[in-house]
């Protein structure tokens, strides 16, 4: 608890405050280590898992650059036929 402080012009130094967060155990992150590890004993001898990890990686930026490129195709698409559909029933109105 703080002790009550007399008002003053000068700023007086506080305390730093620590912040202690304990740690927990994550039964996740523990099976992802463990697969992680059964798979490292699965590759080749040679093999190290800095080889591996770049495939990985790529593969999965390929895959998230199709999927958004998917995405905008279909609202591009969306876009364009919903400018059709708007030209024409202008155009109906106008005629």
Same mark, same amino acid.
Not at 28 to 50: C, F, H, N, S
Not at 62 to 75: I, L, W
Not at 81 to 92: D, E, H, K, Q, S
């Given at each position: 608890? &703080?002790?009550?402080? &007399?008002?003053?012009?000068? @700023? %007086?130094?506080?305390?730093?405050?620590?912040? *202690?967060?304990?740690?927990? *155990? #994550?039964?996740?992150? #523990?099976?992802?280590?463990?697969? !992680?590890? $059964? !798979?490292? @004993?699965?590759?080749?001898?040679?093999? %190290?898992? $800095? #080889?591996?990890?770049?495939?990985?990686?790529?593969?999965?930026?390929? $895959?998230?650059?199709?999927?958004?490129?998917?995405?905008?195709?279909?609202?591009?698409?969306?876009?364009? !036929?919903?400018? !059709?559909?708007? &030209?024409?029933?202008?155009?109906?109105?106008?005629?």
């Amino acid at each position: 608890m &703080l002790t009550p402080r &007399l008002p003053s012009f000068f @700023k %007086t130094p506080v305390q730093k405050q620590f912040e *202690y967060r304990p740690r927990y *155990y #994550d039964p996740v992150q #523990d099976d992802l280590e463990e697969r !992680i590890r $059964a !798979i490292e @004993k699965e590759m080749k001898p040679g093999q %190290t898992t $800095a #080889d591996v990890r770049p495939r990985m990686a790529m593969k999965f930026k390929r $895959a998230k650059r199709f999927a958004e490129s998917a995405k905008q195709r279909r609202q591009s698409n969306l876009r364009v !036929i919903m400018i !059709i559909v708007f &030209l024409g029933i202008l155009v109906w109105w106008i005629l």
